[in-house]
């Protein structure tokens, strides 16, 4: 006698295979660019389809998912990525969110994980998930609108799942994790670690650069931070070079907010380019990737994200106050941006020459090597890279983005030679 539990009657195999039909439907309407045309795919389907047979399509759907989902990490991604490139949506980027969730929990990644991958989950965290939890994305009671809304959504997240491309991986994918729980390593800030410590106090200092609206008050707390990098930066080039050891290279994904990504990433470009790190930026995905030592990598980001704070308050503040209506147009804005980063790439480097010389031209041979040692990752990461195109230019804007520069407080960051 057989059992009748992995037995499919004639109309539950009927229903399988409608479900089957209706998503090789909309998977032709999604291997377009024309939304359009696949909400009028999923609504011709909503409408004339059972709810037996909707409820199969949304669990086939909902295992595709799922299925992509643990693809994209073993492709280099991780969830803060991936969330980011689904946030264009905010329907898209919460069915990712809980895409995301749902798939770690079934996987046990929480228990498996290193741990920068468990403090990624720790954004994602829900009491209501746990291992076996079903997804319902698709509420039954919910409008036929609804319904055609949410498959709709689906359906982009699925494709935007399928197109993803292939990242360099910046940790082991979790077919390479251990079956046992990974160890909990050092918090940022922990008394074990002098370097997090450091960290946690130039984290401080630019905070309240950020935060006061006296420029001298900036500059006290941006010199202090200043002080507190650069010091610790030429201690680890001369520990390593009196050690003979290796240099480490690390990469790390910069997550880019729209609009203008392009010229935020040109600000990124023009902090760490004296820092001896590289960039690289991902347009479809609107992701950065730097690549440098480990120290030169955080004081990079650590300075990009204050500046980037101070310029985007800035620009704020000059549409506000500026005498043209063009003065919050996106021309400008993208012009105060770029000429922001120009003149904080002069600064930076100006900074730059004055540091060498305070230290001496004994540290020129260490940082060289450090220079080549990241230059030589890159190169590994991303041989292809392509350089930009022109940008057209407001003259105002461009001229208020280099005076916002002027007044920046920023941190160098370490010394180049």
């Not at 086939?60 to 990490?73: C, F, H, N, P």
């Not at 609108?145 to 935007?160: A, E, Y």
Request: hydrophobic residues 40%.
């Amino acid at each position: 006698m057989e059992d009748s539990a992995n037995v499919w009657s004639d109309s539950e195999q009927a229903t399988r295979d409608e479900a089957s039909a209706v998503l090789q439907t909309w998977a032709r309407a999604t291997s377009g660019s024309n939304v359009h045309r696949l909400r009028a795919a999923v609504a011709d389907a909503v409408r004339g389809r059972s709810p037996e047979v909707l409820a199969a399509v949304e669990r086939q759907l909902v295992d595709e998912l799922s299925a992509r989902v643990a693809r994209a990490w073993e492709i280099g991604w991780e969830p803060r990525d991936l969330l980011h490139a689904a946030s264009a949506s905010p329907r898209t980027g919460a069915h990712a969110r809980t895409s995301v969730a749902v798939q770690a929990a079934a996987s046990g990644a929480v228990a498996r994980a290193p741990q920068p991958w468990r403090d990624q989950l720790a954004d994602l965290a829900d009491d209501s998930w746990s291992p076996g939890t079903r997804w319902r994305p698709v509420d039954p009671t919910d409008s036929t609108s609804g319904q055609i809304r949410t498959f709709t959504d689906l359906l982009l997240l699925l494709k935007l799942l399928a197109e993803l491309r292939p990242l360099d991986p910046v940790g082991p994918k979790p077919s390479q994790w251990g079956r046992q729980p990974a160890p909990t390593t050092a918090s940022a800030g922990s008394s074990g670690s002098g370097r997090d410590r450091l960290l946690k106090r130039i984290r401080g200092l630019l905070a309240k650069a950020e935060a006061t609206d006296h420029p001298a008050e900036a500059e006290t707390f941006t010199a202090k931070a200043q002080e507190l990098m650069t010091r610790h930066a030429v201690d680890e080039a001369v520990l390593r070079g009196l050690q003979h050891e290796e240099i480490p290279v690390a990469s790390r994904r910069v997550h880019l907010q729209s609009p203008y990504a392009n010229v935020k990433a040109t600000l990124l470009n023009a902090v760490a380019r004296p820092n001896r790190c590289r960039v690289v930026l991902m347009n479809t995905y609107d992701i950065a990737v730097l690549v440098g030592t480990p120290t030169d990598v955080d004081q990079t980001e650590l300075l990009f994200t204050s500046l980037l704070i101070q310029a985007t308050r800035a620009m704020t503040d000059a549409g506000d106050h500026g005498a043209a209506s063009s003065d919050r147009s996106a021309t400008f804005r993208r012009s105060f941006l770029l000429a922001y980063a120009t003149r904080i790439g002069e600064r930076l480097r100006e900074a730059d020459r004055s540091t060498t010389e305070t230290y001496g031209t004994e540290l020129v041979p260490l940082l060289q090597r450090e220079a080549e040692a990241v230059d030589a990752e890159f190169e590994r990461q991303f041989p292809n890279v392509r350089q930009g195109g022109p940008t057209l230019v407001d003259p105002r804007g461009w001229d208020a983005g280099r005076a916002a520069a002027d007044r920046a407080a920023f941190v160098a960051g370490g010394i180049t030679a």
